[in-house]
């Protein structure tokens, strides 16, 4: 079994910054694929990217490409999200998942899920 463990996220102004963490414990996930996702109100959950645990290849949805970066720390087994020029269409709960796929977009893929955490951006 794999725990997710949030923290990070909030509340700031159109063009600020935010980083989310995502500590993995329970289980080594060098196996294992780290995505992100997000839902807002009334809307469906949808990718963000993702990266392989083994290998720093990180992908990404178009709407959040040259803003969004997600990196991980194999020692700490923790995977990180920094936002930057955050817009207010960004606004949502954000999770983090792990999948045993090599890279997967597809939320049906993950099996294990962090808590969420809000994050909203005002104009």
């Known amino acids: 079994q794999v725990q997710l463990a949030q923290s990070g996220g909030g509340s700031v102004h159109a063009g600020g910054s935010l980083r989310l963490s995502c500590a993995a414990s329970?289980?080594?996930?060098?196996?294992?694929?780290m995505g992100w996702f997000r839902q807002a109100p009334e809307m469906e959950r949808e990718f963000v990217g993702a990266i392989r645990w083994s290998g720093n290849i990180p992908y990404y949805v178009d709407s959040v490409k040259g803003r969004f970066t997600i990196s991980r720390d194999n020692a700490a087994n923790t995977v990180y999200l920094q936002m930057n020029s955050l817009k207010p269409d960004d606004t949502a709960v954000y999770y983090c998942?792990?999948?045993?796929?090599?890279?997967?977009?597809?939320?049906?893929?993950?099996?294990?899920w962090g808590q969420g955490t809000q994050v909203t951006v005002s104009s």
């Open positions: 998942a792990a999948s045993p796929r090599l890279l997967s977009t597809t939320s049906s893929e993950y099996a294990f």
């Open positions: 329970g289980r080594t996930l060098s196996s294992y694929s």
